[in-house]
C-alpha cells in the first residue's frame, strides 16, 4: 500500500504540483486547475463557479491523499487492505454475502482508524473558522487518469469537454456533524468509509474501474438555517425545479416528494406546477446533544403551501439563465435557500453542479437518470428490471432475482415477490401493500415513482436504493456493464450490524415489544430479535400457501375441507411453534382486500386502490354475516391447534364495525369450541372511528383486548386513501385527530380493564409517537420486522425518560 501512495505522489509532482504542498488542505475560493485531482469533482466544480462570482457557501477540501495515507497506515495490519490495487480486496461480488462481510469489515476497521496529529490539527484549524455549529462532509471523487483539457472559461462550454466533470452516480452519500473536534475527525472517516460499502464495491467493479483509479477527497463546509432546499434540472427547451422545506436530506433520501414546476425557456411560461407531498423536514437540531440535524414534521400549513413564492423561483431562474449562458444544457444544480450570520435576508446558494455528458444523455435520451419516489422498504439492490404493466402475468417466465416494476401490487403476487430483489411502484404509499410485503421479506422497495413504467424498459439495470427513495438506471442492458449483472443487495441493518442480545440487555425495557408478519420465511429473520411474540399474524397472504390460487368454496366443492383445514393449522402452527410461550396474534380473513386474490376484480393492476375503496362496506367481519364458510374454517383450524398444545395463538376479529357483528363472530367462536379453553382470547382491531364510542359495549360483549390499527383508522378518520402517496400529506399519523383517538382508546382499555396494543405503521414510521405511547401507558407495540431495533430504542428511551421524572419528581417532593 505504501506503493500506492508513492504511485499518488509521483503522479502529483509530475503534474507540476510541488509535493511539499500535497498535505494542505484547499479553500474553495483558491483551487487551481491544477489542483483538480486533489479535490475532485464535485469540489472543483463549486470553487470555479464559486472564483467566477456564483453563489457557493464557503469551505475546505480533505485532498484525497489524507485518505490514502490511512489506508496505507491500515494496511500494515489489515490484510484485506494490503497491496489493495491488485488484490481488489480479494472480494468476489456475485457473492452478496462475501460482498457484505468484506465490505462491512472494511468500514468498521476505517472507522476505527486514526488520523495523523499534522491532518487533525489542520483540519480542525480550519473547521474552527467556518461560523456555523454544524457541518456537511461531502465525498468529490476524481480519477488520476482523467486529465483536465481546458478550466473553466467566461465562454460556453460544450458538453464534451466536461464530461469527466459529469458526477459519477452518488454511491457516496454525505454526512453531518456537529463541529465539535471528535464528531468532525470521526464523520470524516464515516466518509471514507463510504467508499466501501457493498453497493460501491460491486459498481466500481462492473464499470471496470480498480479502486487505485479512484480518488476521495472530501469537501467541508458549514450547515445554516435552512429555509428551502431543491434541485433545478435544465433542458434545452425548459428547465423543472423541485423544491422541499429545510435542507436537501429530505430529497437525497427520498422523505418527501417535492413541490414541482416546469417552466419554458426562453419565455419563462410556467408548464406545470405540481404540489408535493412534504409531510417532515430536516433542520438543525436546536439541542446541544445528538445528531447535527434532526426531522421535524411539518404542519398542515406548510405541508399544502407552496416551498418557494414568485421572488424565490425569480432569483433561482435568474441563477439557471446565468449558467444557460456558459454551459450548454442539459445540466442541474442542488439549491438552497438559508439564513447566513449577519445577514437580514435568506440567500441563494449552489451546492452542487452537474454538467451532463454527450455520451451519459445518448445512453437514455430524453430520459432521467435517476428517479424519485417514497422509501418503502431499506436496503439497496442493483439488478435488472422487469416492467409488468397488464392484468395477465406469466410468473414462470419472469427470471428470478429481478426488480419489479410496475403500476401497484396485488395480494396474489406473493409468489414473484418472494423471489424479486426489489420492487419499484407508481401508487401506494408507505402503508400499501407493496410496501408491507417488502419490509417483511427483506427487499428494498420504492413506491410512489409517477411514470416508472412508461421510463424504465425491461432489461435495463437499475440500482434501488430503498433508504433514499431513489432509483438509478445504470445501463439499458447489462452488457453495457460488460457482463452478465448478479444482484448485489446491500441492507443498512444486517445481522452483523444490529445489537447483540447483551446490548438490547442494557437497556430493557417493560412495554411488549411485539413483530407484524405473514411469511414462514421471516421466522429466521426474528429469531435472536428481542420480541415478546408476533403482535399481527397477517391472515390475507398467508392464505395464498394454502389456497393454491382456489378459492375456499372450490375445495368445498371438491369434498377438500378437511384437508384445507389442516393445511391452514399445520401453516399457523409453525409461527406457534416458533414463539412459543410468547403470544400470537392471528388476524382472520379481511376479505375486503382478500377478494382481489380470487379474481373478483376486473383490473387488479390499474385500479386495485378503488377497487378496495368501493368495497369498504364488504369488509371485515362484516363480510362473516353473510358468508361465514371462511371464518368458519378459521375456527376449525384454531380448534385444531389447541387441540395440539398450541396455546398461544389468540384469535383478532379485523376491521369490526358495531358490537352486533362482534356478537355474531363471538357465538361463532363459541360454537367451534374455542372459548372452553382458559388460554384462548377474542380480541378485535380498533381501527373503525366507531369503537371511539362503542368499546364500552364491546367489552360487556366479550372482547377481551383490543389492538389499535393505526393504518386504517388514520384513513378513516382524516377521509384519506393510504395507498395513494399523493395524498400521503393528509394521511398523518401523528394528526392531532389520531393521536387524539389513539389516547382515547389507550384510557379507555385501562378504565375496562382490557389490554390494549397497536399495530399499526405509525410508531415505526414516527419514532416521536412512540414516546406519546409509552407516557399514555400502552402495553405492547407491534412493528414490521425491519423496524424492531429502531423501536426498541424508541421504547427504551421514552421509559427511562418517563423513569428520571418520576424520580425528579420524588426528590423535589
Not at 497506515?73 to 481488489?88: C, F, G, I, R, V
Request: aromatic share 6%; proline share 6%; net charge negative.
Amino acid at each position: 500500500m505504501a506503493n500506492r501512495v508513492s504511485v499518488i505522489l509521483d503522479h502529483l509532482t509530475t503534474s507540476g504540483i510541488p509535493k511539499q504542498i500535497v498535505d494542505n488542505l484547499y479553500w474553495l475560493d483558491q483551487i487551481q486547475p491544477s489542483q483538480r485531482s486533489l479535490v475532485g469533482e464535485k469540489a472543483f466544480g463549486l470553487s470555479q463557479l464559486g472564483q467566477q462570482g456564483y453563489p457557493v457557501i464557503r469551505g475546505f477540501v480533505i485532498p484525497a491523499i489524507a485518505f490514502w495515507q490511512v489506508i496505507a497506515d491500515l494496511s500494515q495490519s489489515e490484510p484485506l487492505l494490503a497491496d489493495l490495487p491488485q488484490s481488489s480486496l480479494y472480494v468476489n461480488v456475485d457473492n452478496p454475502r462475501q460482498l457484505q462481510q468484506v465490505a462491512q469489515h472494511i468500514r468498521q476497521v476505517i472507522t476505527s482508524a486514526t488520523v495523523s496529529d499534522g491532518w487533525r490539527s489542520q483540519i480542525l484549524d480550519a473547521a474552527a473558522t467556518l461560523d456555523a455549529p454544524a457541518l456537511i462532509l461531502q465525498p468529490s471523487v476524481s480519477f488520476p487518469e482523467v486529465r483536465s483539457r481546458t478550466p473553466m472559461s467566461t465562454h460556453p462550454v460544450n458538453r464534451e469537454d466536461w464530461a469527466e466533470f459529469a458526477p459519477i452516480p452518488e454511491l457516496l452519500a454525505s454526512h453531518y456533524c456537529r463541529k465539535q473536534p471528535d464528531a468532525l475527525i470521526q464523520t470524516l472517516k464515516q466518509v471514507w468509509a463510504e467508499l466501501f460499502r457493498a453497493k460501491s464495491l460491486f459498481y466500481w467493479q462492473r464499470v471496470g474501474m480498480g479502486l487505485d483509479q479512484i480518488n476521495l477527497a472530501v469537501l467541508v463546509q458549514p450547515i445554516y438555517d435552512t429555509l428551502a432546499s431543491g434541485v433545478l434540472q435544465a433542458k434545452s427547451d425548459f428547465c423543472q425545479i423541485q423544491a422541499t422545506w429545510g435542507l436537501g436530506i429530505a430529497i437525497t433520501q427520498g422523505k418527501v416528494l417535492p413541490d414541482t414546476c416546469q417552466i419554458a425557456i426562453p419565455t419563462d411560461q410556467l408548464l406545470l406546477s405540481q404540489p408535493g407531498n412534504k409531510t417532515l423536514a430536516y433542520r438543525l437540531n436546536p439541542e446541544p446533544t445528538g445528531n447535527a440535524v434532526q426531522a421535524y414534521p411539518l404542519n398542515q400549513g406548510e405541508q399544502q403551501q407552496s416551498v418557494l413564492d414568485d421572488n424565490a423561483w425569480q432569483q433561482i431562474m435568474a441563477l439557471s439563465r446565468k449558467l444557460q449562458t456558459q454551459f450548454n444544457p442539459p445540466f442541474s444544480f442542488d439549491w438552497t435557500l438559508c439564513k447566513i450570520p449577519n445577514t437580514t435576508e435568506p440567500q441563494l446558494y449552489v451546492t452542487q453542479f452537474r454538467p451532463q455528458s454527450t455520451s451519459s444523455a445518448e445512453s437514455f435520451p430524453s430520459q432521467p437518470q435517476s428517479l424519485r419516489g417514497l422509501s418503502a422498504a431499506s436496503g439497496q439492490v442493483t439488478a435488472v428490471a422487469q416492467v409488468m404493466i397488464g392484468e395477465e402475468q406469466n410468473w414462470q417466465a419472469i427470471p428470478p432475482d429481478r426488480i419489479l416494476v410496475t403500476q401497484t401490487i396485488a395480494p396474489d403476487w406473493l409468489p414473484i415477490l418472494r423471489q424479486a430483489a426489489g420492487v419499484v411502484t407508481e401508487q401506494g404509499g408507505m402503508t400499501s401493500h407493496a410496501a408491507i410485503v417488502a419490509r417483511e421479506l427483506g427487499i428494498p422497495a420504492v413506491v410512489n415513482v409517477p411514470g416508472i413504467t412508461q421510463l424504465v424498459q425491461t432489461g435495463e439495470v437499475l440500482l434501488v436504493d430503498g433508504d433514499r427513495g431513489e432509483i438509478q438506471r445504470l445501463a439499458r442492458d447489462a452488457k453495457q456493464l460488460g457482463e452478465a449483472v448478479d444482484v448485489a443487495i446491500e441492507k443498512q441493518e444486517t445481522v452483523a450490524d444490529a445489537p447483540s442480545p447483551r446490548q438490547y440487555n442494557r437497556f430493557p425495557i417493560a412495554t411488549q415489544l411485539l413483530v407484524n408478519l405473514s411469511q414462514t420465511q421471516s421466522l429466521e429473520r426474528i429469531r435472536d430479535l428481542p420480541i415478546d411474540g408476533i403482535g399481527l399474524l397477517r391472515s390475507e397472504l398467508m392464505i395464498l400457501d394454502v389456497l393454491n390460487n382456489q378459492p375456499p368454496q372450490e375445495w368445498l366443492r371438491q369434498g377438500r375441507k378437511q384437508e384445507l383445514i389442516t393445511r391452514l393449522a399445520q401453516l399457523i402452527m409453525q409461527f406457534a411453534a416458533a414463539l412459543m410461550p410468547r403470544p400470537v396474534f392471528y388476524r382472520s380473513l379481511d376479505w375486503g382486500e382478500a377478494e382481489l386474490i380470487h379474481g373478483d376484480t376486473s383490473n387488479v393492476n390499474g385500479s386495485t386502490l378503488s377497487v378496495v375503496n368501493a368495497m369498504l362496506g364488504r369488509r371485515g367481519t362484516y363480510r362473516y354475516l353473510h358468508d361465514p364458510t371462511s371464518f368458519d374454517l378459521e375456527l376449525a383450524a384454531l380448534h385444531q391447534l389447541y387441540a395440539q398444545g398450541y396455546s398461544n395463538v389468540q384469535l383478532m376479529l379485523p376491521f369490526v364495525r358495531t358490537v352486533e357483528e362482534f356478537v355474531f363472530c363471538r357465538r361463532r367462536v363459541e360454537q367451534a369450541g374455542l372459548m372452553d379453553n382458559p388460554h384462548f382470547q377474542l380480541w378485535i382491531m380498533a381501527e373503525v372511528p366507531s369503537i371511539l364510542f362503542l368499546l364500552p359495549d364491546y367489552v360487556k360483549a366479550g372482547v377481551q383486548g383490543i389492538s389499535i390499527g393505526t393504518n386504517d383508522l388514520t384513513q378513516l378518520l382524516l377521509a384519506a386513501d393510504r395507498n395513494l402517496g399523493e395524498l400521503g400529506s393528509t394521511l398523518d399519523g401523528r394528526h392531532p385527530a389520531v393521536m387524539g383517538a389513539i389516547k382515547q382508546l389507550i384510557d379507555m382499555a385501562k378504565g375496562a380493564g382490557i389490554p390494549c396494543a397497536i399495530c399499526g405503521q405509525a410508531p415505526a414510521q414516527y419514532p416521536e409517537v412512540v414516546e406519546s405511547l409509552v407516557e399514555w401507558g400502552i402495553q405492547s407495540i407491534s412493528v414490521d420486522v425491519s423496524d424492531v431495533e429502531a423501536t426498541y430504542h424508541a421504547i427504551a428511551r421514552a421509559e427511562q425518560r418517563l423513569l428520571l421524572e418520576a424520580a425528579r419528581r420524588s426528590l423535589e417532593g
